[in-house]
């Protein structure tokens, strides 16, 4: 067994990025909710639940797993992510922002005309492997990308995030079945099980359940954590398989819209244009929650 | 019979079937990715097992697949039916593969009324439109088995094609175009015979076939045509037809494709621009093709037959004077 070197991580995170390495995970995870609400300012909005359900596991992804060089983004042996549910571009521009790809300021131009920073991700960014916000694409991108990780026996992993109602596209399945058959241990896939698409609960709108029965069946381990508990979601990346072992998909159990009251739980976050005083409002929720917290 | 024509006297698919492994052997780069097409699994997977993958079938996978694989360094041949590779991977194509310019090899065999036999989903007519309209798409249509060698080799230099490349293949026996090697490059027109008096500018392995037939009728009839075998769709050889536009009277372009959107839609964008001119497209008229026919039989009732194009050349000739 490999294991996700979490702590070389954390050595390659501490020489690029010493701006923020006094900052805690959790408290990576509290800023990048405030970006995200931030950036739902911008003139169209963010898709704000999707983001804010992703965050921690996006924050513990940037912040102790991933092996990357922001100063040098194609360093052939770094870790390859790819955030298949496009639209939560808010949060992995946070992320990208926290690890040193991109300066914290550019966040404000997010949405903006002529900015790098789309509603779904340009691959022109660094930091992006592939421009996503079709649905149902990033996970035949990492069979791809972790087959030929493996043929030219670079280090390097790949992991991919998708929501849970992009498994209602059929494509994710066909590279969930490659995934398993060609044994792609290297790959690693992330499901953001918020339990809401926009029109409603999956499990009304198009049921998934039951959703770890489906993958174990197709051939994939299955860990289901608290897509919240940073604890569970380091142990699930420290757990990791080799190049040729049984890929691992991640259930990662996430609230829409979680962190902010205002967005709980609620179909309406999918999607959102943060007037000052909702943004406000928004904001005042999300630090009360987390002074209750800590 | 001549070597040349022994050798060549093949389906396209089978060419490039021996030519890509071939080329796989000492450029460990290529990689075979099949989705259970079936005549790849005997050559290319039992010799180079390390260089090959079936993702099963499958094309929106393919896709997405290959350019992961072409992300990382690799060259990989992505092996589907025509019909399949642009129309049902159509988004893959394009926002994977074409929109980040990757050096994918789209193989697309079944072009055209190849397939004529198996109906109409295995038909590929719109292929051609759907490619040339993606960004960074190089498409080739090689004229036959000894052409498609030609430009098989020409695929594995990603310094002269560092972006993805869709090769549309047919899937028997064609007539071979010329009698010996010549001058293949891409994005330069085979120009096939000279003339003064009109231009057939033709692609794919019935259409430049019947297009020189059409070109020996005429010069019997006094009249000399010119005929360009326009194996790159796209990108379109602009100097070699806007010659053509201003040289002789007019064009008539001959396709085994939708008369819109494909090599005739090409030239006519191209002389509207540039020179404006009488420009006859003959090809598959527009509608689902509900029959079953071999593939010159289907692609005579679209009207590309020798005398029919040679008909559409003195029409062009006529409205000229």
């Known amino acids: ?294 | 019979m001549t070597d040349w024509q022994e050798r060549y006297a093949t389906a396209t698919r089978d060419v490039y079937r021996a030519t890509l492994l071939d080329i796989a052997k000492s450029d460990t780069r290529v990689f075979c990715v099949d989705t259970d097409m079936g005549g790849l699994e005997d050559g290319f997977e039992a010799e180079l097992p390390d260089q090959y993958v079936n993702v099963g079938i499958a094309e929106a996978n393919l896709m997405g697949v290959s350019a992961g694989l072409a992300a990382e360094g690799l060259l990989p041949f992505a092996n589907t039916i025509a019909s399949f590779a642009a129309t049902r991977a159509c988004e893959q194509v394009k926002v994977d593969i074409a929109g980040n310019a990757l050096p994918v090899r789209i193989v697309g065999t079944h072009g055209g009324f190849s397939a004529g036999h198996y109906g109409p989903t295995h038909h590929a007519v719109e292929d051609v439109a759907i490619m040339r309209s993606l960004p960074n798409l190089t498409v080739l249509v090689p004229a036959d088995a000894a052409e498609t060698e030609y430009a098989v080799r020409a695929l594995a230099d990603t310094e002269q094609l560092p972006g993805p490349v869709y090769l549309r293949l047919g899937r028997k026996a064609t007539p071979l175009v010329h009698r010996g090697p010549y001058t293949f490059r891409i994005g330069q027109a085979d120009l096939l015979r000279p003339g003064r008096d009109v231009t057939l500018v033709a692609s794919g392995p019935v259409p430049v076939a019947e297009s020189v037939a059409a070109a020996e009728l005429l010069a019997g009839r006094g009249i000399a045509a010119r005929v360009l075998n326009l194996h790159t769709v796209k990108p379109l050889d602009a100097e070699a037809v806007l010659s053509a536009a201003r040289e002789t009277a007019g064009l008539v372009t001959v396709e085994d494709h939708l008369v819109t959107g494909g090599l005739g839609g090409a030239v006519a964008e191209l002389t509207a621009a540039h020179h404006p001119c009488r420009v006859h497209r003959i090809g598959v008229p527009d509608g689902f093709h509900d029959q079953v026919g071999t593939e010159t039989e289907l692609l005579a009732r679209a009207g590309v037959t020798a005398p029919a194009i040679a008909g559409a050349a003195e029409e062009v000739m006529r409205e000229r004077n």
């Open chain 1, 1 to 294: 067994m490999e294991h996700a070197t979490t702590e070389h991580a954390a050595t390659e995170r501490a020489s690029s990025d010493s701006a923020t390495a006094e900052r805690t995970t959790a408290e990576q995870a509290q800023l990048m909710r405030e970006q995200i609400l931030q950036m739902g300012t911008g003139p169209d909005g963010t898709h704000v639940g999707g983001s804010l359900s992703s965050a921690d596991l996006l924050t513990v992804l940037y912040q102790e797993v991933l092996r990357l060089r922001p100063e040098e983004p194609d360093w052939p042996d770094r870790d390859r992510f790819i955030l298949s549910k496009g639209h939560a571009s808010a949060a992995l521009y946070a992320a990208l922002s926290a690890r040193g790809f991109l300066p914290a300021e550019e966040l404000a131009e997010y949405g903006t005309s002529g900015s790098r920073l789309a509603g779904h991700p340009l691959r022109r960014l660094p930091g992006v492997e592939f421009p996503t916000g079709s649905l149902g694409h990033g996970l035949s991108l990492g069979v791809g990308t972790a087959l030929a990780l493996r043929r030219t026996g670079r280090s390097g992993r790949a992991y991919v995030l998708m929501g849970d109602g992009e498994l209602q596209e059929g494509s994710v399945w066909e590279a969930a079945m490659s995934a398993a058959h060609l044994r792609l241990g290297g790959l690693t896939a992330i499901v953001d099980r918020n339990r809401l698409q926009i029109t409603g609960d999956t499990e009304e709108r198009m049921g998934l359940e039951p959703l770890a029965g489906k993958w174990r069946s197709f051939g994939w381990q299955v860990l289901t954590v608290d897509g919240h508990d940073l604890d569970a979601l380091r142990a699930a990346f420290a757990a990791l398989p080799g190049p040729t072992g049984q890929p691992v998909v991640i259930i990662a159990d996430t609230v829409k819209g979680k962190g902010v009251p205002l967005f709980e739980n609620k179909k309406k976050s999918h999607s959102v244009k943060l007037s000052p005083n909702l943004h406000r409002r928004a904001l005042a929720g999300l630090r009360a929650r987390s002074r209750r917290q800590s």
